[in-house]
């Protein structure tokens, strides 16, 4: 099962592994990414959209903490249990997206 992780908690999850470097997964697509993104704040930000994933997986590192971040969290609820069947063992979804980010965590992000 995959952990969901409020945005304002996001930090805290990261923390709980400090030798591996986090890791943002953003998978909306290019569009969505330019109207709202978050600022990285201790952690790595890495877009990849949901359908690029399987054929870009060696871009990500199965020994960091990946949390996926989409719109509202279905997507990626998606790519999270793909990463877990594919090895990554540290693996989150940030609950609510970033629509939940703008709304619980930050209100200078847009939403749409």
């Known amino acids: 099962m995959i952990e969901q992780i ?3 908690r996001l930090a ?3 923390a709980q592994d400090a030798s591996a470097k986090p ?3 953003d998978v909306r697509e290019p ?3 330019q109207t709202a993104s978050v600022a990285p704040q201790g952690f790595t ?3 990849i959209p949901m359908n690029e994933i399987p054929a870009r997986l060696s871009e990500l ?3 960091h903490r ?3 971040m989409c719109h509202h969290g279905a997507r990626s609820q998606r790519v999270a249990a793909f990463l877990a069947q594919n090895g ?3 693996v989150a979804n940030v609950a609510g997206g970033i629509d939940a980010w703008s709304a619980q965590h930050d209100p200078s992000v847009p939403r749409y």
């Open 6 to 8: 409020p945005p304002n």
């Open 12 to 14: 805290d999850w990261f």
């Open 23 to 25: 890791v943002l997964l």
């Open 31 to 33: 569009w969505e990414v």
């Open 45 to 47: 930000l890495v877009a």
């Open 61 to 63: 590192d199965p020994d």
């Open 66 to 68: 990946i949390a996926c």
């Open 88 to 90: 990554f063992a540290e």
